[in-house]
C-alpha cells in the first residue's frame, strides 16, 4: 500500500520555527513534484511550497523567505523548513505528490495521480 505520511506539527510560539516531513512509503519507484498545502479554518486549500525532483523550489507569496522546502529523493521524503512563524501560518498543512511511481504486489509498475497525506496541524499562539 502506498501513502504519505507527514510529520512535524505542534504549537509554538510567533517567531519560531518548526520543521514538517513527508515520506512516501510502500513500493516508490519515484516522486516527481512534492509539496506542502496548507488549510486554515472556513478557508480553502492552497499552496505553501513545491520541489520539483530536480530541486526546483517555488512558494506562496506569504511564505517567501521564511519557509524553505527541500527533498531527498533516495528516501522519497519532503521537508518543509517553517521560521519566523506568525498567527497567520496556523493551518493545517497537507503533503501532496503529483505523480507517484510505485511497483505493486505482482512487480508492474503503477502510477497514482495527486496523493494526499493526512494532514499535520500547525498552530502558531502565544
Known amino acids: 500500500q502506498v501513502q504519505l505520511v507527514e510529520s512535524g506539527g505542534g504549537l509554538v510560539q510567533p517567531g519560531g520555527s518548526l520543521r514538517l516531513s513527508c515520506t512516501a512509503s510502500?513500493?516508490?519507484?519515484?516522486?516527481?513534484?512534492m509539496g506542502w498545502y496548507r488549510q486554515a479554518p472556513g478557508q480553502q486549500r492552497a499552496l505553501v511550497a513545491v520541489?520539483?525532483?530536480?530541486?526546483?523550489?517555488n512558494y506562496a507569496d506569504s511564505v517567501r523567505g521564511r519557509f524553505s522546502i527541500s527533498r531527498d529523493n533516495s528516501k522519497h521524503t519532503v521537508h518543509l523548513q517553517m521560521n519566523s512563524l506568525k498567527p497567520e501560518d496556523t493551518a493545517v498543512y497537507y503533503c501532496?505528490?503529483?505523480?507517484?511511481?510505485?511497483?505493486?504486489?505482482?512487480?508492474?509498475?503503477?502510477?497514482?495521480?495527486?496523493?494526499w497525506g493526512k494532514g499535520t496541524l500547525v498552530t502558531v499562539s502565544s
Open positions: 520541489i520539483t525532483g530536480a530541486h526546483i523550489p
Open positions: 510502500g513500493r516508490i519507484f519515484n516522486t516527481n513534484a
Open positions: 501532496h505528490v503529483d505523480n507517484l511511481l510505485y511497483y505493486t504486489a505482482d512487480g508492474r509498475l503503477s502510477s497514482l495521480m495527486d496523493s
